[in-house]
């Protein structure tokens, strides 16, 4: 169990550090989503790290399709019920390659709900 913690831990710390990067020019905050904290913009969420320490984002289900299966990305179930328009992203063994792809998403998912 702990190394979920950690993972979950981990996830926050990352997904946080890279939205502090948005500064004033992508106005963000934090609220209460499930057991965890998520990101919103207007008052929606459009991020969070789930359970399992994985990014999860709300992008357009045809970007959602697109990535499935793309660095370990999967389709989000919350119960029963599979997210048409939620992705999760795994924490992968390079770093780098973590940064690199939760940047864009965190990136792509803030611009989708902002226009939506």
């Not at 990352?14 to 989503?33: I, K, Q, S, T």
């Not at 499935?68 to 019920?81: C, H, N, P, S």
């Amino acid at each position: 169990m702990t190394d979920a913690r950690d993972a979950v831990a981990a996830g926050r710390d990352l997904m946080h550090e890279l939205l502090v990067g948005y500064g004033a020019d992508r106005p963000h905050d934090f609220g209460r989503m499930f057991n965890g904290e998520g990101a919103k913009v207007d008052g929606s969420f459009f991020a969070f790290v789930g359970r399992t320490g994985r990014l999860i984002v709300k992008l357009p289900a045809d970007e959602v399709r697109r990535l499935i299966g793309v660095d370990g990305a999967e389709r989000v179930t919350m119960g029963k019920r599979t997210m048409r328009e939620w992705v999760g992203l795994p924490q992968q063994d390079d770093e780098r390659a973590t940064r690199e792809s939760w940047r864009a998403a965190l990136l792509a998912a803030y611009e989708f709900v902002k226009r939506s």
